[in-house]
T-cell receptor
């Protein structure tokens, strides 16, 4: 039972580089999320997707793009990384009927 | 005003005491309410969900919801050092049941 799988677990980028964080869930969930977590800030919503083919901005979308490739996968792209994007990123998912969310193990990103 | 607010703590309680964690939310249309526990360096894990006014008990945990006051709380009875973690309040609202988190309260249980 894999649940929610994020890759990579750790990444170091140079300012201006781009990268894509991958997330996949095997629970047939419609809703998927990307959050970032900084010390003392809790989980801040970057983007979410209520269903395949739809995405919406959250609280902190600037500097990010997302793609809901299919029902299983929801990727987060940093086109030009900045030190302010140094954070831990979590992907989560839940079904439409039950909003109890499951989380991936997180991606620790450092931008230097 | 933030959508979901929590006192950041730290909340320090002695072992065996009751820990009380509080959360307020701004969207009166919110329907679902959750408490997650997060150990340092780990992912959040769901410990309680509550959907209607009143209390819901699960072992040493009790969640309380008051929709009129837009207030959710979590009580942890007989607190143990292993309960030391950050507790995140989450609220689901809107047409797509978007899940919004508070900043979390750090709980420290000392022997």
């Amino acid at each position: 039972n894999a649940g929610v799988t994020q890759t990579p677990k750790f990444q170091v980028l140079k300012t201006g580089q781009s990268m894509t964080l991958q997330c996949a869930q095997d629970m047939n969930h419609n809703s998927m999320y990307w959050y970032r977590q900084d010390p003392g800030m809790g989980l801040r919503l970057i983007y979410y997707s209520a269903s395949e083919g739809t995405t919406d901005k959250g609280e902190v979308p600037n500097g990010y793009n997302v793609s809901r490739l299919n029902k299983r996968e929801f990727s987060l792209r940093l086109e030009s990384a900045a030190p302010s994007q140094t954070s831990v990123y979590f992907c989560a998912s839940h079904s439409t009927a039950n909003t109890e969310a499951f989380f991936g193990q997180g991606t620790r990103l450092t931008v230097v | 005003q933030k959508e979901v607010e929590q006192n950041s703590g730290p909340l320090s309680v002695p072992e065996g005491a009751i820990a009380s964690l509080n959360c307020t939310y701004s969207d009166r249309g919110s329907q679902s309410f959750f408490w997650y526990r997060q150990y340092s360096g780990k992912s959040p894990e769901l410990i309680m969900s509550i959907y209607s006014n009143g209390d819901k008990e699960d072992g040493r945990f009790t969640a309380q919801l008051n929709k009129a006051s837009q207030y959710v709380s979590l009580l942890i009875r007989d607190s143990q050092p292993s309960d030391s973690a950050t507790y995140l309040c989450a609220v689901s609202s809107g047409g797509y049941n978007k899940l919004i988190f508070g900043a979390g309260t750090r709980l420290a249980v000392h022997p």
